[in-house]
């Protein structure tokens, strides 16, 4: 199965705005998934979500930015993404991460970008294309972890 048209084409679209708001979206996403999700912090080495001096945000932060980034340029040239997929899908094995985790991490990700960008900016058809998006790349993590842990 492969992305509509439509939500590539506006994924590949959001691609500037997400890479411009590429410290915000992490800092947000994470401090609304600990807040709504505590569960989820014995999953985190804590110590990657300290901000510098500067402000810039901790790796995990960043990391989960660029996954979203690489995968809005990348969505419709997949065989780009396979790098990106081994490590996050290695690391997400070594701490449990199960496929139940996806639509918790979704549904953070998408309140996250509305915050971050606005409902202008996010709006109902930009929204339902990063959802698309999302629960693509969450079914190609999955399959991955899977076999990963046969």
Not at 57 to 63: D, F, K, N, R, T
Not at 90 to 116: F, M, T
């Amino acid at each position: 199965m492969a992305l509509s048209e439509g939500s590539v084409y506006i994924l590949k679209a959001c691609h500037p705005v997400l890479l411009e708001n590429r410290e915000a979206i992490g800092k947000t996403f994470y401090r609304n998934l600990f807040r709504d999700h505590p569960e989820t912090k014995n999953m985190f080495n804590l110590s990657h979500f300290i901000t510098d001096d500067d402000g810039k945000p901790g790796p995990q932060m960043l990391s989960l930015s660029d996954s979203v980034i690489c995968f809005a340029k990348y969505c419709d040239q997949l065989e780009h993404l396979g790098q990106l997929v081994e490590r996050v899908a290695n690391k997400h094995v070594s701490v449990g991460v199960r496929s139940e985790h996806y639509p918790v991490v979704g549904g953070v990700l998408l309140q996250a970008l509305e915050d971050v960008l606005g409902k202008e900016v996010f709006n109902v058809d930009v929204k339902a294309a990063v959802a698309e998006g999302y629960f693509f790349l969450a079914n190609i993590f999955i399959a991955t972890e899977e076999g990963m842990m046969k």
